[in-house]
């Protein structure tokens, strides 16, 4: 891949739960906001989904309400976007060494233990190639004895971990304040 070349984003949604039922954990709302801030870079982005085709949580496109979301209307809205989603990837069509990073949403189950439609192996795979992974997961993540609660995990351990943490740490503490300010989060005391 050269210097020149855009951002890669792999996106895996894990449209189940790991046992073959609905992931009600992945909706339009979630998965919209980091598809439009990968696009607008711009960046490639690649929808994955464990069988690929049309993911099962898209019932949720007919069900949604999206007075308050905008990423969500944009997404609904946008034609493209909406045929990413219809026709996403297999996790075995995908060629890792493509991708410069993957943002994973809806995983559940354990990262350590048997592999979850493949979704385990992906982001194994990723971290040796030494490639950063954004987790979001479904209900039952099992990644650390206590989880991460209601905050945001970022785990890391090259050389260079610390300091792309930091970057991101950054860039999500001033994001938090910038939607608090505007009233989007509330406070989180």
């Known amino acids: 891949m050269t210097s020149d070349a ?4 792999l996106m895996v949604l894990a449209a189940d739960d790991g046992d073959g039922s609905l992931n009600t954990e992945l909706r339009i709302a979630r998965i919209a906001p980091p598809y439009y801030a990968f696009k607008d870079l711009p960046a490639e982005v690649a929808l994955a989904t464990p069988l690929g085709g049309f993911p099962v949580m898209l019932e949720d496109l007919r069900n949604i309400s999206v007075s308050k979301d905008d990423a969500a209307r944009r997404f609904l809205d946008d034609r493209a976007a909406r045929d990413d989603l219809a026709d996403t990837f297999s996790l075995d069509q995908i060629e890792l060494d493509d991708f ?6 809806g995983f559940s189950g354990s990262m350590w233990g048997d592999d979850n439609g493949g979704i385990t192996h992906v982001i194994k795979s990723l971290l040796m190639a030494r490639k ?3 987790l979001v997961p479904g209900r039952n993540l099992d990644l650390a004895p206590d989880g991460a609660g209601a905050g945001l995990l970022i785990l890391g351990e090259s050389d260079e971990s610390t300091l792309l943490a930091a970057h991101a740490l950054i860039t999500v503490a001033a994001e938090q304040r910038q939607l608090r300010d505007c009233g989007v989060l509330g406070d989180m005391e």
């Not at 855009?6 to 984003?9: A, G, H």
């Open 6 to 9: 855009p951002i890669r984003f």
């Open 100 to 105: 410069d990073a993957a943002f994973c949403i």
């Open 132 to 134: 950063p992974v954004a």
